[in-house]
């Protein structure tokens, strides 16, 4: 894995300390707690700044223009999607186009102030490195324009919050609808790491937590029907034939139920990644399974970029949850479960299941106090905060 990835997990191991924490206290607010994980670490790596809250005003926009970005950009979601003769209507007759003015407005505006804040950090010289800091620094170099830097780093917020947030948010489905799948994982967890928190050094060693949290992937993908691409040149596909000009979606929902690769898809089972006995089994399984080049990240030319960072987020944030805590179903006032939907999801490019009940507690007091000395000694010691940033 690129060298460059390894270099955001300190902020990657601070910030799941404080969501582990965070969660075990109030685990209802998990849809907040997991936004302020993965907004909190593109803060850190991008701007050089901690989010202490999660009610940060400039946090809260910056999810505000995502939550936009996830509706607009939902194929579909305008009828000039559909009929693309629409877009030569003037914008005095298409709403679409005034919405898209302000929206465009919202967003550069934040990513500009943003960017300015962290220029004035620098002119103050307490700006600690992230992202802007080398923009600013390299800009004559990289001869991009204040917008265009702005909009390099603020879409990492784009890209890389809500998608990340929303995976823990399916890993938190699935583990309540199949909770038999804690107990492999815990098994691993406490033979290789025991009473200690897991660190990205024993990630080769738990290959059940990467065979869950892959699973995850494939079964309720977050962009489920895929990011458009525009064909540059004519194409054959299949033995279909694709005109320059196309757009074609690659549609991971269909892809990850393709019965051949995936026997029985609708089934949430990690077995897949972990049993020879599945077409999808690789070894060895120090390596295997892994998010690499896995269809939930896109293809060829434009595969996520920020698929490093993303992978050891998903890794680490599912073995600390698995090492620490026990999911079950919430139950009514006759001590019934409380049954939840399989798939009862949020409509957008990015798809997260809607809110839904759960219990999650401490594996055991000793859990829980490990958790809370873990987070009170990594938040003593911020780096951004030790020099009061
Ligand atoms: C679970 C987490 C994530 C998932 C499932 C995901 C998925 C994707 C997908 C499917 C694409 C489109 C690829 C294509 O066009 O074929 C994409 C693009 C992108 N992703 Fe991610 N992503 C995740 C996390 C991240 C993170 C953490 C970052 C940044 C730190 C990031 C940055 C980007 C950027 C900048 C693009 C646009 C690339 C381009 O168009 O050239 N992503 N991502």
């Known amino acids: 894995m690129p060298a460059a990835a390894t270099s955001y997990e300190p902020s990657q191991s601070l910030e799941s300390k404080r969501m582990l924490y965070n969660l ?6 998990y849809e907040k707690i997991f936004e302020q994980y993965s907004g909190g670490l593109i803060f850190r790596v991008g701007y050089g700044r901690p989010i202490i809250t999660g009610d940060e005003s400039q946090l809260r926009r910056i999810l505000e223009v995502n939550h936009n970005l996830e509706r607009i950009a939902s194929p579909g979601a305008y009828l000039v999607d559909t009929i693309p003769i629409l877009n030569y209507l003037p914008e005095a007759l298409a709403p679409f186009k005034r919405e898209g003015r302000r929206l465009h407005a ?3 505006g934040l990513f500009r102030e943003l960017l300015d804040d962290t220029r004035a950090a620098m002119k103050a010289g307490t700006a600690p490195p992230s992202f802007a800091q080398t923009f600013i620094s390299e800009q004559e170099k990289s001869q991009l324009s204040d917008d265009e830097g702005a909009y390099a780093v603020g879409t990492l917020f784009e ?4 998608t990340t947030a929303a995976a823990m948010m399916s890993f938190c489905l699935a583990m309540t609808l199949h909770p038999e799948w804690q107990k492999p994982m815990w098994e691993e967890l406490d033979r290789v790491c025991g009473d200690r928190m897991p660190e990205f050094a024993d990630i080769p060693e738990l290959p059940t937590v990467r065979a869950v949290i892959k699973e995850v992937l494939r079964w309720r993908p977050v962009t489920a029907g895929g990011v458009p691409h525009q064909l540059i040149q004519d194409d054959v596909y299949d033995g279909v034939f694709l005109r320059a000009g196309t757009i074609v979606h690659a549609n991971q929902w269909a892809i990850h139920r393709e019965e051949a690769l995936y026997p029985d898809p609708e089934r949430f ?3 897949r990644w972990l049993s020879p006995d599945y077409p999808t089994y690789r070894e060895p399984l120090t390596k295997f399974p892994s998010l690499q080049n896995f269809s939930s990240f896109g293809f060829g030319r434009r595969i996520c970029p920020g698929m490093n960072i993303a992978e050891r987020s998903l890794y680490i944030l599912t073995a600390r949850i698995a090492w620490a805590c026990e999911f079950s179903k919430s139950r009514g006032p006759g001590g019934e479960e409380i049954e939840v939907p399989s798939y009862d999801y949020i409509s957008g490019f990015n798809t997260q299941p809607k809110p839904f009940p759960f219990e999650l507690r401490p594996r055991s007091e000793q859990r829980r106090t490990l958790v809370k000395h873990a987070w009170k000694e990594a938040e003593a ?4 905060r030790v020099h009061n940033i």
């Open 106 to 108: 919202q967003e550069l």
């Open 381 to 384: 010691t911020d780096p951004l």
């Open 24 to 29: 075990l206290k109030t685990p209802e607010k």
């Open 269 to 271: 089972n990690p077995n």
């Open 159 to 162: 890209a890389g919050s809500g």
